[in-house]
């Protein structure tokens, strides 16, 4: 798993090397949950909010089931992902089993 950018090692690589890049969001940022009636019982959800404006939100997927997430999301772009970048469109987020989404916004 070392050299395959797809791999599970891979995927916490790009996440570390992430979470240097934007310390701003994901170190100092402001941490918010987000609710069960938001993301629904087996999603995870959270938002990073730094100091200039910069936000993130954080999804997880901990069911082996697909799951959505119908919070709009319009203003935010996928920043990076364990699954297919087409898993966040028209303001609603499609997670697949296990699956983690995190969006952006400058």
């Keep these: 798993q070392l050299d395959d950018p797809g791999s599970v090692m891979g995927y916490w ?5 992430l979470r240097k890049k934007m310390a701003d969001v994901f170190v100092y940022g ?10 629904g019982e087996m999603v995870l959800g959270y938002e990073r909010v730094s ?3 910069q936000k993130a939100v954080v999804l997880l997927n901990f069911s082996d089931a697909e799951q959505k997430v119908s919070k709009q999301f319009e203003h935010l772009a996928l920043l ?8 966040a469109k028209d303001g609603e987020v499609v997670l697949q089993p296990f699956g983690a989404v995190v969006l952006y916004s400058a």
């Design 80 to 87: 990076v992902s364990n699954q297919d970048d087409s898993c």
């Design 13 to 17: 690589k790009e996440m570390i090397a």
């Design 51 to 53: 100091q200039t404006g």
């Design 30 to 39: 402001s941490y918010v949950a987000l609710s069960e009636e938001d993301t």
